[in-house]
């Protein structure tokens, strides 16, 4: 008999292609599948596993891979036949079956063996298509337009023309298969015969061009006809052509804007044909986009546009003639993180007139993308859109935050009726958007917020019955969806948008609870390996288009800590085997900095951001809230070093794991020595966050564990009166050390003010995202966005891991640790985690004294339960003793939990009394 488990097939490596969805406890969870253009030579193939039977998992597994759909429906996999493999592993399967070739399509299907060995039918059949693997197959030439009177601009004016290239061609006969390869820099868009292909915007990824350059895969069958056809491209400026040179800090730029295309036409009698980026191409830069840049905006003027030029028989003799241009450096490789796109269209909620012919419309919600337009007027009529995260008392922005940034879109009519205009190659980030130059009065309708970002799958959800804490829960939200554009960008909205690395590090763990972030961090931690330098060392900011190379220990130990999240949350392991050898150059150069003393000395930001004594400054002056710059390089390296003896033992480099312990071992006690009293339990100045870091990390000596505890809650609850008191780099580790020793209250008390600093303090001043300084309201605008994700800390973490309990204790959720922590006055929490086994699922609720508890372990996958109880005996699930229940077994009693080994399945536990946990547990007072 055929088991009832379903089956959903995912492909790791590319995200390009068509969408299919899981839907569990009302979230709905989008994977792509049958992805273009994938360079890896073994693809790493997975599947998720569905079933409504408690217990349910794979036992084995076999995989077909065919190199047609009809081979693979006669269960003949030509290019892969695993066999029948027992194992329960259904991720990061690597493909090991024929060597494939450039554009070679592969077409497979698994189906698996349950708890009871019967074997699933097999799951539906997916696809994937292999890229362009050697660059001797590219056929085709980097071409553009290379004038040298625009450089000679002002160096910070830098907006040139966007270029228009175009090329005609003929298909001879029917058409089989097409596909595109296009890299397009810094910006581009692709169009055949008139019509835009794919629905990429900003594309394609940032990168460091220099070592790496993407390519976007399309298939463009269906775009082609017999007889003529035209091929066009868009290439606008983005990184690639620096946005700045001088201001606000030095900043590389990679030459004019350039592109490679390759057209791979099969047909239907085994002929291929090419079309491919040559000097035969045309190019004009007099088309409609006059200007563009990341910063300052986009100048649109519709009178200019170049009707039907991207379609067969335009005339073309006015354009040059396309130069054969210098290729920028880096090696070719197929896009692999999901691209950008237009995710939302958001109606403004108000518009005031706050000066004659000014007009500011109201989002009602910071956000990141561009403003549409629509409009109709007199031709040559020029509308202004400008754009703001805040406005003054009487309505008109405030510019002052946005720095150097212009951030201003301009339209001129054609004057042709309704006119629609949004921009192709700039973003901001805003909530205001003020409109001049209208003509006439404009009505509500005349602007929509454009949200753009990287399409990364919605990993999660949570609420709760804390209204403050789910307005939080937002802000967090659309804080970090805007703030991916193929890199984890610091901000939206000034002249600097970039990958700044430690805004990011531990943080990144809170982000896998939003989106599925496991492509976007793995190729940025590739960029970090791309932006290394010669002697090892690691750039603050990365891509380095800001060669910040300080020689700083927490910014690049992001690099160190990135690898670890990933392994963690999605049992990623290539990442750490492919950059190993560049993070232990990066620890061998730091190394050398290390005093007689075993300390690491090297810290340029120091905890930053923590919450000044007076509001208008950005960082405080107080040195008793400062936390040592020598006390954080050395508890971050000792840090990781210890990470990097966890990813050797993983290799299977045990020399190089026992010569990372070892070194560990020294920094620590030199670490101790230099920095701890025993007397007073006291680190360094003691600030909080040096009570937050040793206890994180493991550096307290046995024994006084609980003393600098108490000393961190003695701080917080006497000196900050229950207020946050880290910066970014405590902050990122906080809330799991109150909660992991026994005051999960006292992180509820920090997460539910509303005075300042708090991130109530942020909501209660009207923001909707996350500020950068918590006291953005009033500090000084020369750092001062509104839009920042690095003061979240760890706060999203304790959202889902501790709140709602979903928490790992396997790599990728294999097993879990489900542990609610029902504190304050909460009495709902409801939250859920697509994981690579499923969707987990955590919703509690409290009524009186009794506690019930919902939960979802997918197949494949189990737990270990911890139900809030006085009395273990008492615990129902479905209505029956716990114990007693299908997929449950009894393990024992602790800490007023009862806890069961939990099989994948639905459960309904419920305690009809338990005790919250709180101050109580926390141990002694502060006793100095």
């Known amino acids: 008999m055929a088991s009832v488990v379903g089956i959903s097939l995912l492909v790791f490596g590319n995200v390009a292609g068509a969408a299919s969805s899981v839907t569990l406890a009302n979230l709905t969870c989008e994977y792509l599948r049958d992805p273009h253009g994938i360079a890896a030579a073994q693809p790493r193939l997975a599947w998720i596993l569905q079933s409504a ?36 592993q259904s991720i990061h399967v690597a493909y090991a079956g024929k060597a494939l070739a450039s554009h070679q399509r ?180 007099e088309g409609p986009i006059r200007a563009n840049n990341i910063y300052d905006g986009e100048e649109y003027d519709a009178r200019r546009e170049l009707d039907g030029w991207n379609r067969p028989g335009f005339d073309d003799a006015s354009w040059e003639q396309a130069a054969v241009v210098e290729a920028p450096g880096g090696a070719l490789s197929a896009e692999d993180i999901p691209p950008n796109r237009v995710i939302e269209t958001i109606k403004p909620v108000a518009m005031t007139s706050p000066a004659p012919g000014v007009h500011v419309y109201d989002m009602g919600q910071n956000m990141v993308g561009w403003s549409r337009l629509i409009v109709s007027g007199p031709r040559g009529a020029e509308v202004r859109l400008r754009h703001a995260e805040t406005v003054h008392p009487d309505g008109s922005l405030y510019m002052d935050n946005i720095r150097s940034a212009m951030v201003t879109n301009v339209y001129t009519l054609k004057g042709a009726g309704v006119e629609v205009y949004e921009p192709r190659f700039t973003y901001q980030g805003f909530r205001y958007v003020e409109v001049t130059g209208f003509p006439g009065t404009p009505t509500l309708d005349a602007i929509e917020g454009r949200a753009v970002h990287d399409d990364l799958t919605r990993a999660g959800a949570f609420t709760c019955s804390n209204d403050l804490l789910n307005r939080i829960y937002r802000n967090i939200y659309w804080g970090t969806r805007g703030n ?50 010669e002697k090892g060392s690691v750039s603050d900011v990365c891509p380095a288009y800001w060669p910040l190379y300080n020689d700083n220990v927490t910014w690049p130990s992001s690099f160190i800590i990135v690898p670890n999240m990933l392994y963690e949350m999605y049992g990623d392991t290539r990442t750490i085997a492919e950059r190993y050898p560049a993070m232990k150059r990066w620890i061998e150069w730091m190394t050398h900095y290390i005093d007689k003393d075993g300390i690491m000395p090297r810290d340029n930001y120091g905890d930053w951001c923590v919450p000044p004594e007076e509001q208008h400054l950005i960082h405080s002056q107080d040195p008793a809230r400062k936390t040592p710059g020598d006390f954080l390089g050395t508890s971050y390296f000792y840090w990781d070093l210890t990470l990097m003896a966890k990813y050797a033992t993983m290799l299977g480099k045990s020399e190089d794991a026992a010569g990372f312990t070892e070194r560990a071992e020294a920094m620590k006690a030199a670490f101790n020595k230099k920095f701890f009293n025993p007397e007073t339990a006291q680190y360094a100045n003691g600030a909080q966050t040096t009570c937050v870091l040793p206890l994180a990390f493991g550096l307290v000596p046995e024994g006084f564990e609980q003393r600098v505890f108490d000393r961190l809650v003695d701080k917080i609850e006497n000196e900050t009166h229950g207020h946050i008191g880290t910066g970014l780099i405590g902050g990122q580790w906080l809330n799991r050390v109150l909660s992991d020793h ?4 006292l992180s509820y008390t920090i997460a539910t003010q509303t005075g300042y600093p708090s991130w109530g303090y942020m909501i209660s001043k009207d923001a909707t995202t996350i500020w950068e300084l918590w006291n953005g309201d009033t500090a000084d605008p020369a750092m001062n966005s509104h839009n920042h994700v690095m003061l979240i800390g760890d706060l999203n973490i304790w959202f889902h891991e501790y709140l709602a309990g979903i928490r790992l204790d396997q790599p990728a959720f294999k097993h879990l640790a489900m542990k609610p922590v029902p504190v304050g006055d909460l009495t709902h929490v409801r939250a859920s985690r697509l994981t690579p086994h499923g969707v987990v699922f955590s919703e509690w609720r409290i009524e009186g004294d009794a506690f019930t508890w919902r939960v979802t372990v997918p197949p494949n996958a189990s737990a270990t339960a911890y139900v809030p109880a006085k009395d273990a005996d008492a615990v129902t699930e479905g209505g029956k003793s716990a114990a007693e229940a299908e997929g449950v077994r009894f393990l024992r009693a602790e800490d007023g939990r009862a806890v069961y080994e939990v099989q994948a399945g639905h459960y309904l536990f419920a305690s009809p009394a338990f005790s919250r946990p709180g101050a109580q547990e926390s141990g002694a007072p502060f006793s100095g």
């Not at 408690?54 to 077909?64: I, S």
């Not at 759909?69 to 066999?83: I, K, V």
């Not at 337009?145 to 160096?155: F, L, N």
């Open 106 to 285: 592969c077409w497979w299907k698994v189906r698996v063996w349950d708890k009871d060995s019967a074997a699933t039918v097999w799951s539906e059949p997916a696809c994937w298509s292999m890229g362009i693997l050697d660059e001797a197959a590219w056929r085709a030439r980097w071409i553009g337009i290379e004038k040298e009177d625009e450089a000679k601009a002002e160096p910070e004016s830098r907006r040139l023309p966007a270029r228009q290239l175009r090329k005609a061609f003929a298909v001879e006969k029917p058409v089989s298969r097409a596909t595109a390869y296009l890299s397009g820099l810094g910006l581009s868009e692709l169009y055949l015969n008139g019509a835009k292909v794919g629905d990429h915007v900003l594309s394609p990824g940032c990168t460091e061009y220099n070592k790496r350059v993407f390519y976007v895969a399309y298939d463009v069958t269906d775009r082609l006809r017999e007889g003529a056809n035209a091929v066009g491209v868009w290439l606008g400026n983005g990184l690639f052509w620096a946005p700045r040179t001088k201001v606000p800090t030095n900043m590389r730029t990679f030459g004019f804007p350039k592109m490679l295309f390759h057209l791979r036409i099969e047909y239907a009698d085994g002929a291929v044909a090419e079309v491919v980026s040559d000097g035969s191409w045309r190019v004009t830069t």
């Open 742 to 745: 026994g005051r999960p209250d």
């Open 484 to 533: 991916y554009h193929s890199m984890p960008t610091d901000c939206p909205q000034r002249d600097e948008r970039l990958g700044w690395l430690g805004d990011r590090s531990e943080e990144s763990r809170g982000e896998s609870y939003l989106f599925d972030i496991s492509a976007l961090y793995a190729k940025w931690v590739r960029d970090m390996a791309d932006a290394q330098n």
């Open 53 to 88: 039977q408690r217990g349910q998992r794979q036992t084995a597994y076999q995989v077909l891979v065919a190199s047609s759909p009809e081979l693979l429906a006669r269960d003949e996999g030509d290019l892969w036949d695993s066999g029948k493999v027992d194992s329960d």
